[in-house]
T-cell receptor, first 113, second 109 residues
Framework: KAGVTQTPRYLIKTRGQQVTLSCSPISGHRSVSWYQQTPGQGLQFLFEYFSETQRNKGNFPGRFSGRQFSNSRSEMNVSTLELGDSALYLC????????????FGPGTRLTVL | GQSLEQPSEVTAVEGAIVQINCTYQTSGFYGLSWYQQHDGGAPTFLSYNALDGLEETGRFSSFLSRSDSYGYLLLQELQMKDSASYFCAAHQGYSTLTFGKGTMLLVSP
């Protein structure tokens, strides 16, 4: 079956702009989690959606938001971009049960100038 | 806070055995997973331990001790293709993972 897809793969924005990233999970997976990966901080959890509801949220400012649609596709939005938001944004899908394997997409590389 | 500690880098030669340790301090701990990430690639799942003890999957094994808040990943018969970053991750409710900062494994001939 098809893997997790993320669009776009690369994005260049300037400070103050906003950006929307998209994630399509594996068919049948109802949970989508988002992570930010940077060389200094590693992989940091942003939030998790399950059946269109945010189930958990990491320690990020309110500029970072997300949503999930009825087909389980998810989007995350970052408003008022800062230089420090430059990172690889990864989404992962799973069945949403405790301890199940998360399948990661290839990520969106965001560069903020 | 919630944190997982693992070594930043480990080196080994082909055919050897290497162990990557992970200690954690998290609330609401459900279990420990390990992920592998090659440079430029997406993390891929290796193993999950919910209970104390050893889980074996081919050349890779993972161990968990809840009482010690400690786990490790054991890689045997190392191959060049095993050169990658390895992350331990604590499960905290459903699909919430808190990752360690990763261990870069360098395998030399």
């Amino acid at each position: 079956k098809a893997g997790v897809t993320q669009t776009p793969r690369y994005l260049i924005k300037t400070r103050g702009q906003q950006v929307t990233l998209s994630c399509s999970p594996i068919s049948g997976h109802r949970s989508v989690s988002w992570y930010q990966q940077t060389p200094g901080q590693g992989l940091q959890f942003l939030f998790e959606y399950f059946s269109e509801t945010q189930r958990n949220k990491g320690n990020f400012p309110g500029r970072f938001s997300g949503r999930q649609f009825s087909n389980s596709r998810s989007e995350m939005n970052v408003s008022t971009l800062e230089l420090g938001d430059s990172a690889l944004y990864l989404c992962a899908s799973s069945l949403g049960q405790g301890g199940d394997e998360q399948f990661f997409g290839p990520g969106t590389r965001l560069t903020v100038l | 806070g919630q944190s997982l500690e693992q070594p930043s880098e480990v080196t080994a030669v082909e055919g050897a055995i290497v162990q990557i340790n992970c200690t954690y301090q998290t609330s609401g701990f459900y279990g420990l997973s390990w992920y592998q990430q090659h440079d430029g690639g997406a993390p891929t799942f290796l193993s999950y331990n919910a209970l104390d003890g050893l889980e074996e999957t081919g050349r890779f094994s993972s161990f968990l001790s809840r009482s010690d808040s400690y786990g490790y990943l054991l890689l045997q018969e190392l191959q060049m293709k095993d050169s990658a970053s390895y992350f331990c991750a604590a499960h905290q409710g459903y699909s919430t993972l808190t990752f360690g900062k990763g261990t870069m494994l360098l395998v030399s001939p």
